[in-house]
């Protein structure tokens, strides 16, 4: 595989399977993503601390990161089990646009159950819409949709990290044409008009600017006011923008974000909705293709909050992903991770993690699916003075299709 191409698949890798990515004949079409894992720790966690250190062990698999980091530093032995199932059918007419109905199913990944309990194992409608194009002689490209969809998300893969995520029911359009840029906009309720939450999402996106592009996110959330003490009711904003850029080695992405009483859903219910909070953030994603066979995938977040509780907290991630191609099956990735989060008036956490895997798939490039892999992971979490090891060795598979 050249490097233009490798470039290619860089830049596509993260947003080719999203949830409406299905094909375009008419009729059904299908389309999901699932990972299943087996793993077993080593070292037994300290039940004193299990609950603050590892407050996700799934599938046998010790979650190690900072207990109050967004997300993990990395995934090699450090994720767990989830499934997406998805169905469309489209349909084509030269005089009424081209239409889908889509629904998916998933499993919530795990965190919507307990995986020592095999009971409690539930499928949800995680998108169910209609959604059409070619509706409008001056839009062709506009997207037009309602009903329940995943809106206004915006993911780094290296981390599996969603900074902005509302999905809802709503409806709303995508790609409507500016010319020199497209605009989306929605209009969404959480847990499908249950919890009282509503958010208007909109991103400015593909402006052209050198071999890159820039765009802005404009999110605003709100309560149905039935109770206005209550804390699901706050009003809650979110703003950034982004630059995408790829050249002949590889691409980098590099984003900032500003929220205001959210973290990054607008939708949460009261219990999860955090007010008089405020963070500042940067994230940067890149990759580096040196060889046909050789490439490195980094990452680094930083997140400063002002809490609740006048207490401030600052959020710093590092994480960088060798890997190297031995043939168009075999394959080995090496990660580094570092994740702390630093409190003004509490103790401070951290944890670092490396991992060697072992990967068999079908295709020339780091992309290509389904793959088996062969996992070891060692690191250790700490919280003040105590600190906690893990070591993980398993197994797993993940696919898209």
């Not at 799934?58 to 190690?64: P, T």
């Not at 020592?116 to 949709?145: H, P």
């Amino acid at each position: 595989m050249n490097m233009k191409a490798l470039t290619v698949a860089m830049m596509s890798a993260g947003m080719a399977f999203s949830g409406s990515a299905f094909a375009k004949e008419e009729g059904l079409s299908y389309n999901g993503y699932a990972r299943m894992v087996a793993g077993f720790n080593t070292e037994k966690n300290n039940s004193e601390h299990e609950a603050q250190a590892y407050n996700a062990v799934r599938n046998g698999i010790a979650i190690i990161k900072a207990p109050s980091s967004p997300q993990q530093p990395g995934r090699i032995g450090n994720e767990g089990t989830g499934m997406e199932l998805g169905i469309n059918y489209h349909q084509k007419s030269e005089n009424a646009g081209d239409w889908d109905i889509y629904f998916m199913a998933d499993d919530g990944y795990g965190w919507q159950r307990d995986h020592n309990d095999s009971t409690t194992y539930n499928l949800r409608m995680a998108q169910a819409f209609a959604g059409g194009s070619n509706l409008f002689e001056s839009q062709k490209d506009m997207y037009v949709w309602a009903g329940k969809r995943f809106n206004g998300r915006a993911q780094f893969g290296l981390n599996d990290y969603f900074y902005f995520m509302n999905d809802g029911a709503g409806g709303g359009f995508d790609n409507m044409d500016f010319g020199m840029a497209k605009f989306d906009l929605a209009v969404v309720s959480g847990d499908n008009g249950n919890n009282g939450r509503y958010a208007v999402t909109s991103k400015l996106h593909s402006i052209e600017v050198g071999s890159g592009s820039i765009g802005f996110n404009f999110n605003y959330g709100f309560g149905d006011q039935s109770d206005e003490h209550d804390p699901k009711h706050v009003t809650s904003l979110q703003a950034a923008a982004f630059y995408k850029v790829g050249w002949s080695m590889g691409t980098n992405e590099f984003a900032i974000r500003y929220n205001d009483n959210v973290s990054d859903n607008n939708l949460l219910d009261a219990g999860q909705i955090k007010g008089d909070i405020n963070s500042t953030a940067f994230y940067w994603f890149g990759n580096l293709g040196l060889s046909d066979s050789f490439a490195i995938d980094y990452g680094y977040s930083f997140e400063q909050s002002d809490l609740e509780n006048n207490d401030e907290s600052t959020w710093n991630q590092f994480v960088i992903k060798p890997h190297y191609r031995w043939s168009n099956i075999h394959s080995t990735s090496f990660e580094f991770g570092y994740d702390s989060v630093d409190f003004n008036d509490n103790q401070d956490e951290s944890a670092w993690k490396v991992s060697i895997q072992q990967n068999m798939s079908m295709g020339s490039f780091l992309w290509s699916r389904p793959e088996i892999r062969f996992f070891v992971t060692h690191g250790e979490v700490k919280v003040g003075d105590k600190t906690t090891p893990a070591t993980n060795v398993g197994m797993m598979f993940d696919a898209w299709w």
